[in-house]
């Protein structure tokens, strides 16, 4: 967190407190600012990827607390400049603009970052359609967070993607069945009951998506699937209830692309059962 708001948000929010006018307004903000981030960095330790989610929720109010300070620091400055330059405020429009069009111009990767369709925009639609059709079943496993493997850096954030159990549920009710437990596959494996074919496994693209150490070190497999579906593969026996095919394609900044070298991967929901 503090390597984001050092740069682009303290010094702004700084001109708020150093304003004679604002100072005495703004110096409980400050302090509480200063208080949280103090307490954040000594309870949830820095910003690391083994500390998802619960870390990055615990640094969270920082970026609430800093937020009015950097606004009033921008008021502040604004101020500073009209009453320096007769044409200051309206100068700043134009140069707000100027300064957008050249950053998408020596930055087009992230005017495409911006714009960009991603795959799990594309799976999202394609999955709310899928709860539509879906049999009656007693427990569905999803991914939840996957975590490198042992030895590689993740580079980022890790691997994840929510699954919305609110729209899931939503569908289900509509149709009439009952809604199943929802459970992350690390679970999968310590539940007995889903061998008698009541169970079914959601195939996202996070499952057959890979961190950019695991490509650089050579271990995506010919399948594109993740090593955790691989070992639940091994022990049961995958029944395609509803499947669907999206495309791959994404920004060129990625950090965890999906089915590398692939146009297209199919996902859906799988019934697992116990090999006979």
Request: one cysteine or more; glycine letters at 6%; a neutral charge.
């Amino acid at each position: 967190m503090w390597s984001f708001t050092t740069p682009l948000l303290l010094p702004v929010a700084l001109v708020a407190v150093a304003s004679r006018e604002r100072a005495r307004a703004t110096l409980p903000l400050c302090y509480a600012f200063v208080a949280i981030a103090t307490l954040s960095l000594h309870f949830a330790g820095p910003m690391e990827w083994r500390a998802y989610p619960d870390g990055y929720l615990k640094h969270q109010p920082q970026l609430h607390l800093i937020a009015p300070l950097f606004g009033i620091g921008v008021v502040v400055l604004l101020g500073f400049v009209g009453s320096r330059l007769q044409r200051g405020i309206e100068l700043l429009a134009p140069a707000a603009l100027l300064l957008l069009v050249a950053t998408a111009w020596t930055r087009p990767d992230a005017t495409r970052l911006l714009f960009a369709e991603r795959v799990m925009e594309r799976e999202l639609v394609a999955l709310e359609r899928a709860f539509e059709e879906l049999p009656p079943h007693d427990v569905l496993v999803v991914a939840g967070i996957l975590p490198p493997p042992a030895g590689l850096e993740p580079g980022g954030d890790p691997l994840e993607m929510h699954f919305p159990v609110g729209i899931y549920r939503a569908v289900l009710e509509a149709r009439g069945l009952e809604p199943a437990e929802v459970i992350p596959l690390r679970h999968a494996l310590s539940r007995p009951e889903l061998v008698d074919g009541r169970a079914l496994l959601y195939v996202g693209s996070t499952l057959r998506s890979f961190y950019r150490s695991e490509i650089e070190a050579g271990q995506v497999p010919a399948s594109r699937e993740r090593p955790e579906l691989a070992r639940l593969r091994e022990r049961f026996a995958f029944e395609p209830v509803r499947v669907f095919s999206v495309s791959t394609r994404e920004p060129a900044v990625s950090r965890h692309p999906v089915a590398p070298g692939w146009p297209e991967v199919e996902l859906g929901f799988y019934r697992l059962s116990a090999y006979r």
